[in-house]
């Protein structure tokens, strides 16, 4: 085989290589645009959300496109194991939130707002406390404060935390993600917010879809 001949053939081999790689870009970059198929209903009340974004929840932040929420292991009032796999069929707005955290605190009263005027079969609010040391103050705070809607719900090792900052949908606190009852993610909204006002209740029922 002559030396022309070795190039030509080499040549047209990169050639080949490159389309294939294209080509596989390109499937990867169509796959991951889309929704899982376990959130085709998901993907459906997103761009209800867009427009609701305002006022206190101005921050809200839609998600991209409808995927499975992280799996996040977390303790009811009673110690006992709990999951937001557990909450199936409910609308969940869970938020993370600490006793050094003062935003947190500030935010707690309109989260029990938002439980008092929506909680129910269909929609909980699902607030994690995420304390991890002097493990009585957190449910000491919640009376004092006044706090009667929510359930407690506690991580003690922050574990739920480091599991959405892996996601990349926690870099603070108070941190608070939107699933729908499909368990998809609809949103996160970084920092507080006060979630019993209009606006807010808006978000959630569209995400509801009342």
């Known amino acids: 085989m002559t030396r022309p001949t070795r ?5 047209g081999a990169a050639a080949l290589a490159l389309v294939a790689a294209a080509g596989l870009y390109g ?3 169509l796959l991951g645009n889309r929704a899982d198929p376990a959130c085709a209903a998901s993907a459906a009340i997103l761009p209800t959300l867009r427009p609701l974004a305002r006022g206190e929840v101005a921050a809200f ?3 991209e496109r409808a995927l499975p929420a992280p799996r996040l292991a977390f303790r009811d009032g009673e110690g006992a194991p709990r999951s937001l796999a557990d909450l199936s069929g409910r609308t969940v707005l869970l938020n993370l939130w600490a006793t050094w955290c003062e935003p947190c605190k500030r935010e707690m009263p309109a989260l029990d707002g938002l439980q008092a005027a929506l909680g129910g ?3 909980e609010v699902v607030a994690v406390n995420i304390d991890t040391r002097n493990l009585d103050r957190p449910r ?3 009376e004092a404060a006044g706090i009667r ?4 719900y506690s991580d003690r090792e922050a ?3 480091q599991d959405l900052r892996r996601a990349g949908q926690a870099e603070g606190m108070p941190t608070t993600i939107l699933v729908d009852r499909d368990g998809c993610r609809l949103g996160t909204l970084p920092g507080p917010a ?3 006002a209009p606006e807010a209740v808006a978000l959630v029922k569209a995400a509801l879809g009342r």
């Open 121 to 123: 079969p269909d929609f």
């Open 149 to 152: 809607n929510l359930a407690y």
């Open 61 to 63: 932040e839609p998600a």
């Open 159 to 161: 574990k739920v935390f």
């Open 27 to 29: 499937t990867a970059r």
């Open 140 to 142: 000491a705070w919640l």
């Open 7 to 11: 190039l030509r053939l080499a040549a």
């Open 194 to 196: 006060g979630w019993s």
